[in-house]
């Protein structure tokens, strides 16, 4: 082996060994420094932690949106959503029309087809109770809504203008009778229910009429569907309500003991408002608070984004918790009517928040501080 190759080899073999060192300094100095990590890492899980906080607490313009918040929050609840003053039968039947009575009749046709006339000017033949103990009904005055499914808020769309249609009635059972005037003792005309009808023909003259007889026929079923919403609407937030959907088709005794729990339609559909403009709100706050976003104060979308919860949660607690008191005090007090203002669907928003809200930002925290302490162990600068 000549000199000039021993001399590439000791090069070689020197140049081999100060890597090696080199890189047992690195692994040394990455050793040293991840133990000091480790070392300190509870003051750094806390530094995080308060960094975490530093970056996601409500600062004044976030304390405008709080106050803002709630300031709508109260007003929707005690000017948009609260639960309808419910009036008797005959009081809500005379609001509907204007003040004018409905308790009449002067029904003159012959089986399944009153005149358009007759259509417009009698009450809903489903509303008619006289006659019922000859057929062993039992339709009253705190029954018969539950018992015809021309009042359910969903099948009476078909059965309840069907029966307009022809002037019968349909018991949840799909018996149908046919109502025509009658005359009480004192005197007065009144619908009266007076013979059994066919259901399968009630449809087949709904349907000949709408399908069949020209524009008079669509004028009749047109006129139908207008009554029977204007019915609806009336008996929606009197004192007996009217039945959830479809639960009097399969049981009339359950329907009318849920609605003297509350459990009708009108306070459902209440409830159902309150939470859904309490939702719109808080999107409405989401939306505008979003939009003051910095990329370059926040360490991301997320961090900003428990603000924004922070801010509805808080709103929504802080709405809930004075209607609480408010409607509390007020009753105590003997103001029973004060119940009305109860913020039912509100408080569910508010519960649901409360659930989601608060398991976001504690996700976001965790990865908030655990993710920039991994990143500290890989010796990446995570900058805050």
Not at 1 to 9: G, I
Not at 118 to 143: C, H, K, Q, R, W
Not at 172 to 198: C, F, M, P, Q
Not at 294 to 319: G, H
Request: one cysteine or more.
């Amino acid at each position: 082996m000549s000199l000039e190759e021993l001399r590439r080899r000791r090069a070689g073999l020197e140049n081999s060994s100060r890597i090696t060192l080199e890189n047992m300094d690195k692994i040394a100095a990455e050793s040293i420094r991840v133990a000091d990590v480790a070392h300190n890492a509870s003051s750094i899980l806390n530094n995080l932690e308060n960094e975490f906080e530093s970056q996601t607490g409500l600062n004044k313009v976030d304390i405008g949106f709080l106050f803002f918040a709630v300031a709508l929050q109260c007003v929707r609840q005690y000017m948009l959503t609260d639960f309808k003053e419910r009036l008797t039968d005959s009081e809500a039947a005379a609001k509907a029309k204007g003040g004018k009575g409905t308790d009449k009749s002067d029904r003159m046709h012959g089986w399944y087809k009153p005149s358009l006339s007759e259509i417009s000017t009698n009450p809903v033949p489903y509303d008619a109770m006289y006659g019922s103990p000859d057929f062993d009904l039992g339709l009253g005055g705190t029954t018969h809504r539950f018992k015809t499914l021309g009042h359910d808020p969903l099948l009476g769309w078909v059965f309840g203008t069907s029966n307009v249609v022809t002037s019968t009635l349909t018991m949840w059972n799909l018996e149908s009778y046919h109502v025509k005037t009658g005359v009480t003792a004192a005197g007065h005309k009144r619908d009266k229910i007076t013979n059994r009808a066919d259901i399968s023909k009630v449809f087949a003259y709904s349907k000949g009429r709408l399908f069949d007889e020209g524009i008079e026929g669509k004028q009749a079923v047109g006129i139908a569907m207008l009554k029977h919403w204007e019915h609806i609407r009336s008996d929606k937030y009197s004192t007996a309500g009217l039945p959830i959907p479809i639960i009097s088709a399969i049981s009339p005794d359950i329907a009318r003991n849920l609605a003297e729990y509350g459990i009708d339609v009108g306070n459902i559909e209440t409830i159902g408002n309150q939470a859904s403009y309490a939702m719109l709100i808080n999107t409405f706050i989401a939306m505008i608070h979003g939009m003051l976003y910095d990329k370059t104060k926040y360490s991301s979308w997320s961090v900003y984004e428990v603000k924004t919860r922070k801010i509805i949660l808080y709103s929504n607690l802080i709405a809930s918790a004075s209607n609480i008191i408010y409607v509390a005090l007020n009753v105590y007090g003997g103001n029973a009517t004060a119940a009305r203002k109860l913020d039912i669907g509100g408080i569910i928003v508010t519960i649901y928040r409360l659930i989601t809200d608060t398991e976001f930002i504690r996700n976001v925290k965790e990865e908030f501080v655990f993710g920039g302490f991994d990143k500290m162990i890989q010796g990446e600068a995570y900058n805050f």
